[in-house]
């Protein structure tokens, strides 16, 4: 199971606030699985925690979250399965913002379900199965 950053964010933001929100339901249904996070959602906690007001606490919160989970790199013939849903996309007119066909593809070349609140971004990426919280 991959997990989006929106989830992650919703994760961090419930546990702040120390309330049980969905993401953090949906996080106990799931705790029994192997949770992955794609390189791309790393790179777009750390772009967020560069935007933030105070990025020393909020790069130690996204690295205290990290810990539990696996980070999983794009492998050998990513590129190619992301040219093909990129240009099937863009071909058909229902681009998704770029991060999320980055974090889509790579769900989709490891045969993950990826869990997501973006449900109608993820579903334009034929055979990736989505899950929302």
Request: charged share 25%.
């Amino acid at each position: 199971m991959l997990l989006d950053t929106c989830f992650l964010i919703d994760i961090m933001r419930e546990s702040k606030k120390n309330i049980e929100g969905p993401a953090i339901r949906k996080l106990q249904s799931i705790e029994d699985l192997i949770l992955n996070v794609s390189l791309f959602t790393v790179c777009e906690l750390m772009g967020g925690v560069e935007k933030s007001s105070n990025p020393e606490r909020e790069r130690s919160n996204v690295e205290f979250l990290l810990e539990h989970l696996r980070v999983v790199y794009p492998e050998t013939g990513f590129a190619v399965s992301y040219g093909e849903i990129y240009g099937y996309l863009s071909g058909n007119g229902i681009m998704i913002p770029q991060m999320d066909l980055l974090i889509g593809c790579h769900a989709k070349i490891l045969n993950m379900s990826l869990i997501t609140k973006d449900v109608d971004h993820f579903k334009r990426i034929k055979g990736l199965v989505v899950e929302s919280y």
